[in-house]
């Protein structure tokens, strides 16, 4: 069993559609079956919510839906010219009613928001349904809605797990095992009474992972635009790398401390039930990608250097410590934190000048000197080992380092410097770390 997810510029026009149709085609015998997780084509969900509201408010939106009618029949024709346009077509006409009902009634609710956006996923899933078939590829067009269930709180719904994989029991591993490839989409689920709920931003990925652990996929494949994730960011480090196996809780500290991965709260399901997560670029489908683990079995020291601007370092004593902690708007900033008995220092997270300024006031009876900072954080399994902190630290000899702390993880070291300094201290740490890992 192997699960697919597919989403933004995978499936933005006919052109990425096709390839994913490609790469669908050529894992369609895939043991115990296939799923196929979509997204909505690239700019959908957006354009569908400003409907609902604009039809809510008893504006026209003939346009609009003109619009989104074109280029989804535009794509299919493109994408497969002799496919049915039947499924689509009914999508495309239950949207129209929909949004013609918001107008009537002059309201747009949450849940109504919700039923509008999921025509996004269900357009873009008819549309890939209806080319595979065209290609005389067995597939079976599913509502994820019948087995995602979730509680009531639109717009950010959270999935019932138990519920998820009992109805999947019933009605999805059926269908599994005819050996159909199952084109189903992510980001889109339904409360107890049937009412269409969305799972919020990263809610495809949430699906692919959930329904990976419900069907006991052996692996999760997430179709992206690059090839996996990097030792740093290419734009600050040209000759960056994809890295070809990380642990859950390496990527947990990247996404927390500036890097462009997935969330790693998105793929936890995959993780608590020991499935691997593999991304994959869409357009370079040879490439190896990287591996998400529980627990990674490489040898290399250092994985990867990330990097968070608009920072803030101070160093205080205990007192003003507990005060900058009692403070609502401050306790949910704070970055970094270490210290002694005596004394502590904070990094904060102030990417406005009101966040800036929150600080600044808490401190106003003070003289504690503030400092703006870039924090960079230094991931791999062994950057504890000392002769790889050592290896960090002879790297900063040009900088000013405000602090260095480690031990807080087992596999992250965090480094605060001037925020001037910050990309050259990345450029420096990433050219120790070795070219293929």
């Avoid at 949207?95 to 039923?115: F, R, W």
């Avoid at 004593?317 to 008995?341: F, K, P, V, Y």
């Amino acid at each position: 069993m192997l699960v697919m997810k597919f989403g933004g510029t995978s499936v933005q026009d006919a052109a990425s559609l096709k390839q994913v149709a490609s790469i669908v085609k050529d894992r369609a015998d895939e043991p115990d079956g296939l799923v196929v997780v979509l997204s909505a084509t690239a700019g959908t969900t957006d354009a569908l919510l400003d409907i609902a509201h604009s039809a809510g408010l008893g504006r026209d939106v003939a346009s609009a839906l003109e619009a989104l009618d074109t280029r989804h029949t535009t794509i299919l024709t493109e994408l497969a010219p002799f496919a049915s346009h039947n499924g689509l077509r009914a999508i495309l006409d239950e949207c129209k009613v929909y949004a013609h009902a918001l107008k009537v009634l002059g309201e747009c609710t949450p849940q109504s928001l919700d039923h509008m956006a999921a025509f996004g996923e269900q357009l873009s899933t008819s549309i890939l349904h209806s080319a595979l078939e065209a290609e005389s590829v067995r597939t079976t067009y599913f509502d994820v809605r019948q087995i995602m269930r979730t509680d009531d709180l639109f717009g950010s719904a959270n999935v019932e797990m138990d519920a998820t994989r009992h109805l999947s029991t019933q009605h999805l591993v059926p269908c599994c095992s005819t050996g159909s490839v199952i084109v189903t989409q992510g980001f889109i689920g339904a409360d107890q009474y049937d009412r269409t709920t969305t799972l919020g931003r990263g809610g495809s990925d949430y699906t692919c992972a959930i329904l990976g652990a419900v069907l006991g996929a052996r692996e999760i494949c997430i179709w992206t635009d690059v090839s996996g994730v990097y030792s740093a960011d290419p734009r600050i480090v040209p000759e960056a790398q994809p890295i070809t196996e990380l642990s859950f809780g390496e990527v947990r500290e990247m996404a927390l401390y500036g890097a462009k991965v997935l969330h790693p709260d998105t793929i936890a399901p995959a993780i608590d039930a020991s499935i691997p997560v593999h991304v994959l670029n869409t357009f370079r489908p040879d490439e190896p990608g990287t591996r998400i683990v529980a627990h990674s079995t490489t040898t290399s020291d250092i994985h990867a250097v990330s990097i968070v601007r608009s920072c803030t370092f101070i160093r205080c004593n205990s007192s003003t410590a507990a005060h900058l902690r009692s403070l609502a708007e401050l306790s949910t900033t704070i970055a970094l934190e270490t210290g002694t008995i005596e004394s502590s220092m904070f990094v904060f997270f102030t990417p406005t000048e009101d966040s800036f300024l929150a600080l600044e006031v808490a401190l106003a009876d003070s003289s504690i000197p503030i400092q703006r900072v870039a924090l960079i954080a230094v991931t791999g399994p062994a950057v504890l080992q000392p002769h790889v902190t050592s290896a960090i630290v002879s790297t900063m000899t040009p900088f000013v380092v405000h602090c260095l702390a480690t031990g807080a993880t087992a596999h992250t070291i965090f480094l605060a410097v001037n925020v001037q300094h910050g990309d050259d201290a990345v450029r420096a740490i990433h050219a120790i770390i070795p070219r293929h890992q």
